[in-house]
Nanobody, 129 residues
Framework: QVQLVESGGGLVQAGGSVRVSCVASRVTFSSLAMGWFRQAPGKEREFVAAISRSSRSVLYTNYADSVKGRFTISRDNAKNTVYLQMNSLKPEDTAVYYC???????????????????WGQGTQVTVPS
């Protein structure tokens, strides 16, 4: 079982930036497809960004339309860490941000909650209006 621990959230002014991190343990990190999701109060968990396994010859990324051009997902296999750099933050970005992992499969990336098998506990990002 993969253990995922997020960090780096907080209170950020609109237009500002923050980077959240997720460290994975008990696993060969490069073999994991990773994703970031978020959940605002009263709403369903939604896809934010995904990145393919490093074992592939090319790294693939995918983003929700709402964050494209503002958020960047990346990974550092030496640190067993996936990052989500969030720029130009808006009040509607306020949510708990979760990282997710998937070990099996052949797709470049995964964008559905149901496609991931392991989840972190989440980190809060608040952008006041």
């Amino acid at each position: 079982q993969v253990q995922l621990v997020e960090s780096g959230g907080g209170l950020v002014q609109a237009g500002g930036s923050v980077r959240v991190s997720c460290v994975a343990s008990r696993v060969t990190f490069s073999s994991l497809a990773m994703g970031w999701f978020r959940q605002a109060p009263g709403k369903e968990r939604e896809f934010v960004a995904a990145i393919s396994r490093s074992s592939r010859s090319v790294l693939y990324t995918n983003y929700a339309d709402s964050v494209k051009g503002r958020f960047t997902i990346s990974r550092d296999n030496a640190k067993n860490t996936v990052y989500l750099q969030m720029n130009s933050l808006k009040p509607e970005d306020t949510a708990v941000y979760y990282c997710a992992a998937r070990f099996t499969g052949t797709a470049e990336y995964y964008s559905l909650v149901s496609q991931y098998t392991d989840w972190g506990q989440g980190t809060q990002v608040t952008v006041p209006s």
